[in-house]
């Protein structure tokens, strides 16, 4: 896990929105999208339509709609966060 992937996962122990994210990190577009879309790939995070209902939407990078989703870390991904 590299050092953006530990500080994505710091802000995701809790339901964040994209903005919240954003704003949090003060990364660009490009970069959060990517560590969000690799993280999810490994299973680390949940992306959400709302705070209860996954999102079961595209494996195109570039075809999901990121400002209107939601973040959370996952069991698997907090595990790998905290190095057990």
């Known amino acids: 896990m ?14 964040q929105s994209y903005k919240d994210v954003k704003s949090a990190l003060d990364w660009d577009d490009e970069d959060l999208h990517k560590h969000l879309f690799s993280l999810n790939q490994k299973e680390y995070i949940k ?35 905290n190095g057990f």
């Open 2 to 15: 590299n050092e953006q992937e530990i500080d994505l996962l710091d802000e995701l122990y809790f339901v």
């Open 47 to 81: 992306i959400l339509i709302n705070h209860d209902e996954e999102y079961d939407g595209s494996n195109d990078l570039n075809s999901i709609p990121w400002n209107d989703l939601y973040f959370l870390a996952t069991k698997k991904g907090l595990l790998e966060h």
